[in-house]
């Protein structure tokens, strides 16, 4: 069964580079085509998409977040990874990878969807 | 960006009712429509896909229908387990968004 596994800092400073990595076990993503997204979540508040990648290594990327946001895929390790630059207060939230296998850009057996859920690592941007 | 709007923001219920809330996209998303629950402290859970497919798992007392702009989900007969916050999600068009969720709480 495959499942994501999302680590990196807990605390940062304000105009750090924030990075995250989500491992997936179970199963390689070098195997399959993989559709993977970060979202985030103030606390008490609700759910903000950042971004995806293909394991093809196609990305897109929400506008709200700028030229800050960058999402990379490693097939050889399983892992895929989010940077976001120049943090602020404003960054902190939890933290989701999130996905679904068996999809492209043209397809996605659960219409883009995500079945597979880290279970999401607090990130506090704190000076 | 498809803004999406779910009412209400919460309801209160009690176990055995059934409810129903709704969930509107700014513009047409056809049935590009996903339900995720999500309980205090977890990663959200997929429910429904694609505006009214059950996924593998998830108890019948949960439907969901619409196309277009509106949407709805229903749970009929109310568990314990289902006191929840309830998000949906367009996958339509970049960037994916959410609505803003509705929390079922225990009346």
């Known amino acids: 069964q495959v499942q994501l596994q999302e680590s990196g800092p807990r605390l940062m400073e304000p105009s750090q580079t924030l990075s995250l990595t989500c491992s997936v076990s179970g199963g390689s993503i070098s195997s399959a085509s993989y559709y993977l997204t970060w979202i985030r979540q103030p606390a008490g508040a609700g759910l903000e998409w950042i971004g995806r990648i293909y394991t093809s290594g196609s990305t897109s990327y929400n506008p709200s977040l700028g030229s800050r946001v960058t999402i990379s895929v490693d097939t050889s390790t399983s892992d895929f990874s989010l940077k976001l630059t120049s943090v602020t207060a404003a960054d902190t939230a939890v933290y989701y990878c999130?996905?679904?296998?068996?999809?492209?850009?043209?397809?996605?057996?659960?219409?883009?969807?995500?079945?597979?859920w880290g279970q999401g690592t607090m990130v506090t941007v704190s000076s | 960006d498809i803004q999406m709007t779910q009412s209400p923001s919460s309801l209160s219920a009690s176990v055995g009712d059934s409810v129903t809330f709704t969930c509107r996209a700014s513009e047409t998303i056809r049935t590009f429509l996903n339900w995720y629950q999500q309980k205090p402290g977890k990663a959200p859970t997929l429910l429904i896909y694609?505006?009214?497919t059950l996924q593998t798992g998830v108890p019948s007392r949960f439907s969901g229908g619409g196309y277009g702009t509106d949407f709805s989900l229903t749970i009929s007969g109310l568990q314990p387990e289902d006191f929840a916050t309830y998000y949906c999600?367009?996958?339509?068009?970049?960037?994916?968004?959410f609505g803003g969720g509705t929390n079922v709480e225990l009346k």
């Open positions: 694609r505006a009214s």
């Open positions: 999130a996905g679904a296998r068996d999809c492209t850009e043209d397809s996605c057996p659960l219409g883009w969807a995500s079945d597979l």
């Open positions: 999600q367009q996958s339509y068009n970049m960037p994916l968004t």
